[in-house]
């Protein structure tokens, strides 16, 4: 007979997808981190890459 405790508990133990979920959060993490670095630096990067193309022409 099928022990169904025993399934189910094998089958919720199993921790083999949780490293990836853990990389997949550090990796969006990241990403909103970059996004929101740029969205508050942008215009300054622009001016500063403006200062130098105008420096170079």
């Known amino acids: ?33 970059v996004i929101a670095i740029l969205i508050l630096l942008g215009p300054q990067i622009g001016s500063v890459f403006s200062a130098i193309t105008a420096g170079l022409s």
């Not at 921790?15 to 909103?32: D, N, R």
Request: charged content about 25%; proline content about 0%; hydrophobic content about 60%.
């Open 1 to 33: 007979m099928l022990n169904f405790k025993k399934f189910f508990r094998e089958l919720f133990d199993d921790e083999q997808g949780q490293g990836l979920v853990e990389y997949a959060l550090i990796l969006f993490l990241v990403a909103v981190a």
